[in-house]
């Protein structure tokens, strides 16, 4: 349902041309093709305390005697985790502080009660009910705005982005802050255990990349802004229940259970003609992307499949190595820190073409093109 949405409300827009505020009169952006919503601001969070997974395969292999090289199976060497104290709203709210610190710069008359929807959108919950986003509702103090929860593995924001874009759409919504926080870890060390017990290393070893950190966005419709927007250009979001079995957590207690190579594989057979039909719609080429931004679960195959698209290496961008897998948080968190890196080489972002490329257990597949306008 979401993904024919999506597809008939951009499709429906695709030749049409959109006008943008880029300063204070309306001015009209020629041959361009935008979406609904813009990304306003964006802020993210991890732990100081480093895991070095290194630590834990020296462990693995005194008391089993089994070798396990994850950094160069899937490219990770560290995750960030938290600690005992820390919840789920104390992450977040560290990631919205620093999207509405973000998007104050660029719109400074950005004010915190602008917004009027709030989504939590992570794997981790700090209770069974109520929705998680209503404890960030309760810290904001946002009287008068919506707030619900979207979860769908890793997925979570990106459906999430879907969402919102379609509620501006409509005018149902001005401001949606996006904020997810996840506490991988306690799922990896399930994993190491369950490993150490002797379970089958090959079932259990993918969920010892879970990390922790939390991401946050603010999501409008354009406005004049200080130094351009990041623009929702297009997007595609299909699901594939054949595989619904391949990666599966069936409570908190419980480890993981997943297939990788089985996940990976059906990935990345269903997602080529959806990025191909992504680029034709927004008339890119994809060897001319300038920031491809991946859920960083497997470094090595996003470098095997950037290979025979023929996307530059040095255009892709990864957190898994020193982050590992942040579940519904990588993406955007990847997207943030990506961003900071071209405003620290560039001294500002310039119309910069991005993809975001989002996978999760189901199989799900969503993915987004956003254009960085600058406010000429």
Known sequence: MLSSISRMLHDKNSDEKITSEKSSDLEEKKDTF????????????????????????????????????????????????????????????????????DTQKNIPTFKKSDIDLIIYCGVSRENLEPATAVFFHKELELNGATAFDIT????????AMFVVDS?????????????SSEIGSHIGNMAFESIMAGEDIRKHFPAMTLGDGSVAMVISKAQPSTNGLLYFKYGIRETFGQYANLCIIKDIHTPMSIEANKLFDAALEKYPPMLIEVANKCKWVIKDIDMYIPHQASKRAIEEGAKKFGIRLKNIHFTIVDYGNMASVSLPFTLSQGLDEKIKQNGKLNGEKIILAGFGSGLGVGIIALEHIPNE
């Open 34 to 101: 935008i979406g609904n919503s813009c990304i306003l601001g964006l802020g993210r969070w991890a732990p100081s305390s480093l895991l070095h997974i290194a630590d834990l395969e020296k462990k693995i292999e005194k008391k089993l005697g089994t070798k396990l090289n994850l950094k160069k199976m899937v490219g990770i060497e560290n995750i960030h985790i938290v600690d005992k104290d820390t919840t789920l709203v104390s992450m977040g709210m560290e990631a919205i502080n620093s999207a509405i610190e």
């Open 167 to 179: 509620l501006i759409a409509t005018g149902r919504y001005k401001n949606a802050l996006l904020v």
């Open 152 to 159: 769908n593995a890793c997925l979570g924001m990106i459906d």
